[in-house]
């Protein structure tokens, strides 16, 4: 028994000294082992805890800033889709028809492109919180169609904020007892000249010709205004008109002080200038309304013309006042929602804006016409004849109505207070598109310093756009606003290829969205996006080809060299497109097929900006995440099971049973 004792206990050291010496030799090779020793991660795995104060790209996202409430987001979405192409109408506008037959297929272009449409590029912004350029991590091939965006936001608002600048110059006018285009007799007027006041007699109003004469309000648009009699034509434009560039510098510089601090200060601006204007045109609904005559106008407006329905025209009409009007395509619907919160409720948002900016338009509508009306009544004209479309009913037709009010200059402030709020939440989107997608792009220079890079970007863009204050300066704004294949009118058209990324793999874009929202975008949307919008594009594109026109202001017919300088804009900007994909495509290796294939699939580090969004599928993409089971590790990690994080444990068994199927 002792020496059984013995030879156990014997055996027993052996054996310590034999681990010993293993627990040794896997201290030196694998160090991890040692208590004293704490693992060594490679850089490019690591989480940005354990980097400590290093500065990392996933670190970005932290640095962008974010919305301060949900209202901002969507005060700013109705700001942005709610412009002056509402009340003032947009190069094609819909102020020369009757609602009741323009309502159809307007409403029918806004199921079919205008809501599908809005509700992708949100769902891209959001998920990814990301601009315009980097949002094409989704699928590097179409990279070239943020860089398009880009080129037509910056001329567009260049041209925008002209616009805004002649609002702020008639603002300015409508401070004073008497308007200054009231009557003739100024030194701008001609002998064309004539009061438009109907006379009455016994019998009532008696007609007059206005085709041989020119209202005051006309001349003081096209001769105080524009001085464009100082111009021999868009070669000639003549000299700058300083009271034009004044106001061009005040739009900028507000411009610059509402969005200083990006979308914390411009969302705090946007609780005035999004609802103002409503108030406002409450106002002028109601004392138009109570016009004798405004019954003509209002019928005008309703009674339907069916016959319009037949023409190619009204429907290619309608789905340009959807682009312009929900600026779909211009990148800024994309980047206010880069600075939502993950999980914010976006289809909800979608409807809300999309069918309250249609109702915006209709009220605008009644406001408008009824004083068109009221007009016709006072010139003994048809409603038809004094209504005009784009710039000439907000600086001609609309102030000549204001002076047959009594209190003329304050319903004219009023009117022009209204353009200007509406003007500087369009261009508020314009400007942010810019910075964010820059800055996104460059983060690591521009971020810190991201109010001296707004600033730089806004004195650039007034010094290009002094050439739209000259005397020819209209003649200049002519293509930049879409006219005759300027660069605006070929945006829809040109982002026809926006829905791509979801074309090539429309299966993962609705799983992305099902993480984001809990829910898929049902067959409506997926139909829309794959079918409808495409071919309602492509028709868009073919018609503007076909159907195009010379260029021209009133009598003024433009040169070849314009035209082709006109067309030459919108191409450069759809060529952006092609010139991307050859870029990405070099940028891979292997085949010309395998280049292509790797160019279009999502980048690696695609997803959510935020680690603690990224569940499911997007959990190995994070930097030390090495578990094969990536959902359980964010679960580890951040706690208990989310409803959204139940979205995700569905979204692995998706994938889980495709691949399957196609293992089969």
């Known amino acids: 028994m002792a020496r059984t004792s013995a030879r156990v206990e014997m055996e027993c050291r052996a054996g310590s000294l034999l681990i010993g010496s293993l627990e040794g030799v896997l201290e030196k090779v694998v160090p991890e082992l040692r208590p004293d020793v704490m693992p060594v991660t490679p850089d490019l795995l690591m989480t940005p805890s354990d980097q400590g104060d290093v500065d990392l790209d ?68 959001q998920f990814s919180s990301l601009g315009p350029l980097a949002v094409w991590k989704i699928s590097p091939l179409f990279k070239g169609a943020g860089a398009a965006m880009l080129l037509i936001v910056g001329l567009v608002a260049i041209y925008y904020n002209m616009i805004i600048a002649y609002v702020l110059f008639y603002l300015f006018a409508s401070l004073t007892s008497n308007l200054p285009w009231e009557h003739c007799g100024n ?66 510089v507000i411009v610059f002080l509402c969005i200083l601090k990006g979308v914390k200060s411009s969302g705090k601006v946007v609780y005035f200038t999004a609802t103002f204007p409503y108030l406002i045109l409450l106002m002028l609904l109601v004392r138009g309304v109570t016009l004798p005559g405004a019954w003509k106008g209002i019928q005008f407006y309703l009674t339907p013309q069916f016959h319009h329905l037949l023409s190619s025209k009204v429907w290619i009409e309608a789905a340009l006042q959807i682009f312009y009007s929900l600026g779909v395509g211009f990148g800024g619907l994309l980047t206010f929602a880069s600075y939502n919160t993950f999980h ?13 900016n249609a109702i915006t338009s209709i009220l605008a509508g009644f406001a408008i016409f009824s004083v068109l ?24 037709v609309y102030p000549q109505a204001m002076t047959m009010l009594p209190l003329s200059p304050f319903w004219s402030f009023l009117f ?41 970007i806004c004195v650039a863009m007034y010094l290009m756009g002094l050439i739209l204050t000259t005397d020819g300066g209209m003649y200049w704004l002519g293509p930049l606003g879409g006219k005759g294949g300027g660069v605006v009118g070929t945006n829809g058209t040109c982002h026809g290829d926006t829905p791509s990324p979801p074309c090539a793999g429309i299966q993962r874009f609705c799983r992305d969205i099902h993480m984001m929202l809990g829910f898929k975008p049902g067959l409506y949307f997926r139909a829309c996006w794959l079918f409808l919008s495409p071919a309602t594009l492509l028709a868009l594109l073919v018609y503007s080809i076909v159907k195009y026109q010379p260029s021209e202001y009133g009598s003024y017919r433009f040169p070849a060299w314009a035209e082709l300088l006109g067309i030459l804009m919108g191409l450069l900007s759809c060529l952006m497109i092609p010139a991307g994909m050859l870029v990405a495509v070099l940028r891979e290796e292997g085949s010309l097929w395998e280049r292509l294939q790797q160019a279009s699939r999502p980048a690696i580090d695609w997803g959510p900006s ?14 030390g995440s090495q578990s094969p089971k990536p959902l359980m590790v964010h679960m580890r990690k951040y706690g208990g099971i989310t409803s959204f994080e139940n979205t995700a444990i569905e979204v692995d068994r998706e994938i889980a049973e495709e691949e399957e199927e196609s293992m089969m």
């Open 58 to 125: 996933v670190d970005f996202a932290a640095d962008r800033g974010n919305w301060t409430g949900k209202l901002d987001f969507l005060l700013s979405c109705i700001g942005y889709c709610v412009g002056l192409g509402n009340v003032a109408g947009s190069p094609e506008s819909h102020h020369h028809l009757s609602a009741g037959a323009f309502l159809v297929p307007y409403f029918l272009m806004l199921a079919i492109c205008g809501i599908p449409l809005f509700f992708l590029e949100l769902s891209l912004g």
């Open 187 to 252: 030194w701008w007027n001609t002998e064309r000249c004539l009061e438009h006041r109907g006379s009455k007699d016994g019998n009532g109003v008696l007609p007059l010709n206005l085709s041989s004469t020119v209202s005051p309000s006309e001349e003081y648009w096209s001769r105080y205004v524009l001085h464009i009699q100082g111009s021999q034509g868009i070669g000639q434009p003549g000299e700058i008109r300083w009271n034009l560039c004044l106001c061009l510098l005040l739009a900028w």
């Open 344 to 356: 914010q409720n976006i289809y909800r948002d979608t409807f809300i804006v999309t069918v309250g």
């Open 373 to 396: 009306g009221y007009m016709s009544q006072e010139l003994g004209v048809p409603v038809d004849q004094v209504a005009k479309a784009g710039p000439g009913l907000a600086f001609v």
């Open 416 to 456: 022009f207070f209204m353009l200007l709020t509406l003007g500087l939440d369009s261009q508020f989107a314009f400007l942010e598109t810019i910075v964010t997608a820059v800055t996104d792009e460059f983060p690591y220079y521009l971020r810190p310093k991201k109010a001296v890079f707004s600033g730089l």
């Open 610 to 623: 935020l680690e603690e969004n990224r569940t499911g599928m997007y959990v190995a993409t994070l930097a």
